[in-house]
């Protein structure tokens, strides 16, 4: 660089280690860097829409944002031009000079070698724009800031290495051009129809008009009895739209292809893989609106941290306002991704003036009904494609769904028939609630249900045994939020749900005035021995009882109605949170020898603690204290 005012910079280590990697491995895939490229154009133009509305000076008497797209063969260059926003010197150093976002480590842990995904994953992470150097041995950037002055325009130059160069120039049209210098081996994009068609396959659905010079054919004409001359393309100055222009969602669902539907999900999302499923609605009434939503195929890493974001933006009117808008689609909907575009909001709203409007609340319930619904459908649909959907999504984001039974009172009953899951008859996560109804036995008063860490502990409680023995089928719930949604569930269709292991079993019906009588007498005879046992544990269970719930184990831990289960109190304990004092019950088998020989023990303490201790082991805790555990035990084994 000539000029005196040039000045060196060093890029972030983070972005010189990425460049590194973006020359050296991502060729497989290298038409990417046109959808990055063009993409960030759109975006600047969407930034001035957003600060013109303030600022309409701003526009400087060129209203008319686009994307302009120059082909220069001599030069072997390809220009991507925009007249949105622009980048002050002190802009461009900061975000062509580093990245900000804290994502970057994670991308780079998460390359896989596979070009072609890592490819995908560059604009995932957002760092699109060094994409540039997978066909660019330099890339010049100039550039000018909506608003100031045009001898405040910067020069930004790098070959991809360590550093880059800026400096101040004269620049009188606002925005920005990227100047690619094409490589050696990249010259075929210098191709007319090829980058067309690049663009029409990634870029279609962007709102402005990305424009190329218009070509004519020209062909002298040959004078008489002359041979016919050869004509040629040539190129003019006149610009010619090459996409739709048309926001997607704006177009009639019948106008939009599954194609262009899928495309611009991956646009919007950088997500590499096809969504399961998607809904594309205008909807009018008091709050008018349009809704473009989809269900990806995979749940991100984060779903479950602070940092996971809710996937929709919002425009007005066209006009973008805001990503991840979380008032717009209800917390446990968080999963879905695309767009919502109100004709109502003003365009200046906030996102604390989102949380207040009306209009919003309508629009949150109207997509998580809409969402739900088409779940809804997925699951019901008979065709093959729509229940491998239906059975990814489930596997992906049914945790996150489950939260919706707490926070929807008014859509429970819609997720509880979207929820499946695992029996004591069938180890397969498939059994809908409606399915379980169909095969109660009769008599059978209630849907019942266990909780447990793992499919075996759940399959294998206690707390089953009288169940098996009588061949009532049990659903099997064995994901961390089950235990704390199924708090909220008391019924379903007008059937009570009930948790095997809370309060009291009562089998109603299903139990016989004999095995009544039976428990009856068993309660009197082992009243002594349920005495001395609450005696003995009275520091560990709020209540001794018989039970007829178990078959083959000695005793099993209830807990009391109404108070947390003991997966939930270690939950709650391994997150640092404060544990309410809660003890369960212990219920004792009248007919197992290890209980009997309880009666007259001279080990009665020993016995009693140890039989307390494999019921906690049952359901798939540890004993308070495993070396005094270990010391029962071993002083009953030498007995
Ligand atoms: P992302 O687009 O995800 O932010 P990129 O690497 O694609 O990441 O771009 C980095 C940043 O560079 C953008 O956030 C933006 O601030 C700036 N930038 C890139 N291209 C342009 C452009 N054409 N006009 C204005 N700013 C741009
Ligand atoms: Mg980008």
């Given at each position: ?9 060093s ?27 063009i ?8 930034k ?37 926003i ?7 150093i900061?975000?062509?000079g580093?990245?900000?976002k ?11 070698g ?18 540039g150097?997978?066909v ?9 800031r ?12 790098s ?27 990249a ?6 129809f ?6 029409n ?46 926001a ?6 019948n ?13 919007l ?17 008091s ?48 999963f ?25 609340k ?11 619904t ?26 996150v ?6 926070e ?20 397969e ?21 266990v909780?447990?860490?793992s499919?075996?502990a759940?399959?294998?409680?206690p707390?089953?045994e ?5 061949d ?27 948790n095997?292991?809370?309060?009291a ?39 001794v ?6 078959v ?14 003991p ?15 809660s ?20 080990q ?21 204290d495993?070396?005094?555990y ?6 009953l084994?030498?007995?």
């Amino acid at each position: 660089m000539s000029e005196a005012n040039a000045q060196k910079h060093s890029f972030q280590a983070e972005v010189a280690q990425l460049l590194h990697l973006v020359t050296h491995s991502l060729y497989s895939n290298p038409e990417i860097f046109l959808r990055e490229l063009i993409s960030n154009a759109s975006d600047a133009c969407d930034k001035l829409r957003f600060e013109g509305i303030n600022h309409p000076e701003y526009y400087e008497n060129d209203p008319d944002l686009h994307v302009r797209v120059t082909l220069d063969a001599d030069k072997k260059q390809i220009i991507i031009s925009d007249n949105g926003i622009g980048l002050t010197e002190a802009e461009a150093i900061e975000h062509l000079g580093t990245i900000a976002k804290s994502g970057t480590k994670d991308f780079m842990s998460k390359l896989s070698g596979d070009q072609k995904s890592d490819a995908q994953l560059i604009g995932q992470f957002g760092v699109g724009f060094y994409s540039g150097f997978i066909v660019a041995d330099k890339i010049t950037v100039e550039s000018r800031r909506a608003g100031v002055e045009a001898s405040q325009g910067v020069r930004w130059v790098s070959n991809g290495t360590g550093e880059f160069e800026t400096e101040t120039i004269e620049k009188t049209d606002r925005g920005t051009d990227i100047i690619l210098h094409l490589r050696e081996d990249a010259t075929e994009y210098l191709d007319r129809f090829k980058v067309k068609q690049i663009i029409n396959k990634y870029s279609d659905h962007i709102s402005l008009p990305i424009e190329m010079q218009k070509q004519v054919w020209q062909q002298e004409e040959a004078a008489e009895g002359e041979e016919a001359k050869p004509g040629q393309y040539v190129t003019t100055d006149e610009w010619e739209a090459i996409n739709s222009a048309s926001a997607l969602w704006t177009r009639n669902k019948n106008e939009v292809s599954e194609e262009q539907y899928q495309e611009f999900y991956k646009n919007l999302t950088h997500d590499f893989a096809n969504p399961l499923a998607w809904a594309h609605n205008r909807v009018e009434g008091s709050t008018e609106y349009t809704q473009l939503l989809y269900i990806p195929s995979k749940a991100p890493s984060n779903i479950f941290t602070r940092e996971a974001k809710a996937g929709i933006k919002l425009y007005v009117k066209r006009v973008f306002i805001m990503d991840d808008a979380d008032n717009l689609i209800p917390n446990y909907l968080r999963f879905v991704q695309g767009i919502v575009d109100s004709a109502d909001l003003p365009l200046n709203v906030s996102r604390e003036l989102l949380q207040e409007s009306r209009d919003v609340k309508t629009i949150r319930e109207g997509n998580a009904r809409r969402i739900l619904t088409m779940l809804d459908g997925l699951a019901k649909s008979e065709d093959e494609k729509d229940q491998e959907n239906f059975k990814t999504f489930y596997r992906e984001f049914a945790s996150v769904l489950k939260e919706g039974l707490g926070e929807d009172l008014a859509n429970r009953e819609r997720i509880l028939k979207l929820l499946r899951f695992a029996t004591s008859s069938n180890d397969e996560v498939s059994t809908s609630l409606s399915d379980y109804k169909a095969r109660m036995k009769d008599g059978q008063k209630a849907i019942y249900y266990v909780t447990a860490e793992s499919l075996n502990a759940a399959k294998n409680s206690p707390q089953l045994e009288l169940f098996k023995k009588k061949d009532i089928e049990v659903l099997l719930m064995t994901e961390r939020v089950d235990e704390w949604a199924m708090e909220f569930v008391h019924e379903f269709d007008g059937t009570p749900l009930q948790n095997v292991a809370k309060g009291a079993v009562d089998l109603g019906d299903l139990q016989d005035a004999e095995e009544k009588q039976a428990l009856e007498q068993a309660a009197e005879a082992f009243k002594p021995v349920v005495e001395q046992l609450s005696t003995s544990l009275k520091d560990k269970t709020k209540e001794v009882r018989v039970t007829t719930r178990l078959v083959d184990s000695p005793a099993c831990l209830v807990t009391p109605e109404g108070q947390l289960s003991p997966q939930l109190i270690r939950m709650l304990k391994d997150a640092g949170q404060p544990v309410p004092d809660s003890k369960p019950i212990l219920e004792i088998n009248p007919s197992h020898p290890l209980v009997q020989k309880l009666q007259g023990s001279a080990q009665f303490d020993n016995l009693a603690n140890v039989i307390f201790d494999q019921a906690v082991i049952a359901e798939g805790g540890l004993p308070e204290d495993p070396a005094e555990y270990v010391k029962r035990i071993n002083s009953l084994l030498l007995a």
